[in-house]
C-alpha cells in the first residue's frame, strides 16, 4: 500500500485568481501533517499543508528546550507505514531527544519529497466555510490565501502554549519565553540566576538539564508531580538490528494495548498477592525503564481506589529516600491527586536537583505568584530577583490551537462558540456546522504516533470513500455527534484521567469548560469502532 502511494501522479493545484485550490488543506506539518500529506497526495488529492514555523516537526520543531525528549520507547514511536524507512533509520537512543526527534521528521520530509507541499511561516488565522461553493478559505497571517474542499486540523494536542496573565509580564526586563517557545538560538543560561515557573513534564526535564549549568535555580512549584525514572540509555547498532527484524511483532504488540505502548497490564489486583510480593514486584518496575511503571502494574493501579494509593504511597517514599532536606522532600511529595491521574513525566535526576546548594524551591499555592516585577517575580510572601523566567506553564489543550484560528463553519457558527461547554464531536474529529472538516489533533493521549498512523489512514479513505462515490459533503449526523458527547461525559466518569485538574480536562485553563478532551476508549476499541463505520458506508455521517 505504501509503495503504490509513494509511487502514485501527483495531483496540482488549481488557482482562483490569486488563491491556489486544493483539494485537500492541511494545517500543521509535524507527525500526523507529514504522514497525511503522504497519504492524501498518494490517494491522487491535491494537498497542502501551511505550517507556522520555519520548518517541519510540530511539536519535536517548538520543544527545543534542554532534556525534551521521548517518554515512549523511540522505536516504537516512528512511522510505520514505509518498511524503507523503518530499515534506514537509527534510533540512538531507547527515549530519543528533541534535536534527534527533529532531524527524524526532516529526514521523512525528505524521503518522502513532501517539503515542496508544505508553505512554511504560514500562520493560519481563520479557516471560514463557503457554504455556496463548499470551500474551505484559509487566511494566514501574511494576507496569503488558500481553498480547498477538505480541510484537516493536523494541530497536535499540545501546541498551543499557554502563558498565564499575570500581572506585570511584560514588565520584566530580562529574558523570558514559554518551553513551547525555546529560542532557535539558544540561551546561554550559564551563571545566570534562572526562575521557572510549572513542574509539569515538560519542567521536569527541562530543570534536570538546565540545573547543570545556571547560576542560581528558583522554581515556582503549584503542584508537585508523580515522577519515574526514565532510565534512559544508547541503543547499539546490534540492538537497531535486532530491533529491525521485530518491528512486526513490535507493532502488533502496540495496536493490541489501551495506550499503544508495548507495555500491558498485568493482569493480577495488587491485593491479590503477599505485601511482600507486591512490594518487590513495584520495586522490580521501578528499574525498569520509561513507562513499564505506571502500564506495566497490577491492572488496578490504574484505577481510581486502595492499589492506587498504595503505589502512589511507595512513590511518595522513593521521593522522600532522594531528597536530602525533609521539608523540600515533603514540598515535592504529591497528595492532592491520584497516581497516574496526570501523564506520569519521566525524568533523569529530577529530584536529586532539589540537593544542589544553588536551586530553590517555591510553594506557589501557598503564597501565589502576585506580579512579574522588572527584575523578577513576587508573590504573597517574597520577592525573587531573576535575569531570566522561563514559563512550563503547559498548554490549551486539543480545542485550544482550534480555538485561536477562528475556525467558521454553517451559519457563521465558529467552533470557538460551538465548544464552549466542551468539544461536541463524533469521535473527536468532525462536528455538525463543519462539513468536511476532520480534526485529527485528539487522535491519543498514549502513544500518540501509533494511534495517529491508523487515524489518518482512516480519515483519508473515509474522503476518497466521498470523493470515488461522486459525494461532495460529509459531516456527522446530529444523533451521532449527541450520542458521542453523551459516551464523552458518561465514560470519562470513573476513568483516572477525569480525577485530577489537569489538560486532560481542560482544567489548567482559567475559564475552559472541564470537559474529557480525548476518547475515554482504548486505542483497539477506537480503531474497532471506526472500522465498522467504513464497512457500512459511513454510518453515523450524512453524505450529500
Ligand atoms: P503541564 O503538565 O500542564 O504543567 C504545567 C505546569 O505549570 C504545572 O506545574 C502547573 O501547575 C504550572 N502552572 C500553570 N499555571 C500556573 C500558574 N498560574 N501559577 C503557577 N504554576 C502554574 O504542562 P507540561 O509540563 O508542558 O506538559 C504537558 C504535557 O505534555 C504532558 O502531560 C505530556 O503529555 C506532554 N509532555 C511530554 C513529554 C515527553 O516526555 N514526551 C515531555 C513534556 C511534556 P498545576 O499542576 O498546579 O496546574
Known amino acids: 500500500m505504501a509503495d503504490s502511494l509513494q509511487q502514485a501522479p501527483v495531483a496540482e493545484a488549481s488557482r482562483n485568481g490569486n488563491v491556489e485550490e486544493y483539494d485537500v488543506l492541511i494545517i500543521g506539518a509535524g507527525v500526523t501533517g507529514l504522514y497525511s500529506l503522504y497519504r492524501f497526495r498518494g490517494l491522487g488529492f491535491s494537498c497542502k499543508s501551511f505550517e507556522d514555523a520555519s520548518g517541519v516537526g510540530g511539536t519535536w520543531y517548538w520543544n527545543r528546550y534542554p532534556g525534551a525528549r521521548f517518554d515512549s520507547e523511540s522505536y516504537t514511536y516512528g512511522y510505520s507505514f514505509s518498511e524503507e524507512l523503518l530499515q534506514e533509520w537509527h534510533w540512538k537512543e531507547l527515549y530519543s531527544g528533541q534535536p534527534e526527534n527533529e532531524r527524524y521528521l526532516n529526514y521523512v520530509a525528505d524521503k518522502f519529497d513532501l517539503r515542496r507541499h508544505i508553505r512554511f511561516n504560514s500562520r493560519v488565522e481563520s479557516c471560514v466555510y463557503d457554504e455556496d461553493a463548499n470551500r474551505w478559505e484559509l487566511t494566514m497571517q501574511d494576507g496569503h490565501k488558500a481553498r480547498g474542499q477538505f480541510l484537516i486540523t493536523a494541530v497536535g494536542l499540545l501546541s498551543a502554549h499557554y502563558v498565564p496573565d499575570f500581572e506585570g509580564i511584560h514588565d520584566f ?16 543560561l550559564a551563571g545566570k540566576r534562572v526562575g521557572v515557573v510549572g513542574t509539569g513534564a515538560t519542567a521536569v526535564q527541562l530543570i534536570t538539564e538546565i540545573a547543570r549549568e545556571v547560576g542560581h535555580l528558583t522554581i515556582f512549584q503549584r503542584t508537585a508531580n508523580y515522577c519515574a525514572p526514565l532510565r534512559n540509555r544508547p541503543i547499539t547498532a546490534e540492538e537497531q538490528e535486532e530491533i529491525r ?59 481510581p481506589g486502595p492499589a492506587n494509593e498504595d503505589y502512589a504511597e511507595f512513590f511518595r517514599n522513593k521521593i522522600r529516600e532522594r531528597v536530602k532536606d525533609p521539608v523540600v522532600a515533603e514540598m515535592l511529595t504529591p497528595k492532592d491527586h491520584m497516581f497516574g491521574s496526570k501523564r506520569l513525566p519521566c525524568e533523569s ?11 530553590l524551591l517555591v510553594d506557589v499555592k501557598k503564597a501565589p505568584i502576585q506580579r512579574i516585577t522588572e527584575n523578577g517575580i513576587q508573590t504573597a510572601d517574597a520577592h525573587y530577583e531573576l535575569d531570566v523566567i522561563i514559563y512550563a506553564t503547559g498548554y490549551d489543550a486539543v480545542t485550544g490551537s482550534l480555538s485561536r484560528m477562528h475556525i467558521q463553519g454553517e451559519n457563521g457558527l465558529t467552533l470557538q462558540e460551538k465548544f464552549t461547554e466542551g468539544p461536541r464531536t463524533f469521535m473527536g474529529i468532525s462536528s455538525v456546522g463543519f462539513p468536511n472538516l476532520f480534526t485529527i489533533n485528539a487522535a491519543s493521549v498514549g502513544n500518540f504516533v501509533r494511534a495517529a498512523e491508523p487515524l ?4 483519508s479513505n473515509c474522503i476518497a470513500y466521498v470523493r470515488d462515490n461522486g459525494y461532495q459533503r460529509i459531516q456527522p449526523s446530529q444523533k451521532s455527534e449527541d450520542e458521542w458527547t453523551q459516551h464523552m461525559i458518561d465514560g470519562g466518569q470513573n476513568i483516572l484521567r477525569t480525577q485530577a485538574d489537569s489538560w486532560f480536562v481542560g482544567a489548567n485553563i482559567p475559564g475552559k469548560a472541564r470537559f474529557l478532551l480525548t476518547a475515554p476508549d482504548t486505542a483497539p476499541q477506537m480503531r474497532a469502532r471506526r472500522a465498522e463505520i467504513a464497512n457500512s458506508g459511513y454510518a453515523g455521517f450524512s453524505l450529500e
Open 456 to 459: 489518518v489512514e482512516w480519515i
Open 173 to 188: 526586563k530580562g529574558p523570558w519565553f514559554h518551553t513551547g517557545r525555546w529560542p532557535k538560538e539558544g540561551i546561554d
Open 245 to 303: 527484524a521485530r518491528y512486526p511483532e513490535i507493532f502488533e504488540k502496540c495496536l493490541e494495548t489501551a495506550g499503544s505502548f508495548m507495555h500491558e497490564f498485568d493482569k493480577r489486583s495488587a491485593f491479590s498477592v503477599s505485601e511482600e510480593e507486591r512490594v518487590e514486584f513495584y520495586e522490580s518496575l521501578w528499574q525498569e525503564p520509561g513507562f513499564k511503571k505506571w502500564l506495566s502494574n497490577f491492572y488496578d493501579v490504574m484505577m
Open 349 to 359: 535526576g529530577y529530584y536529586e536537583v532539589y540537593n544542589q546548594d544553588n536551586v
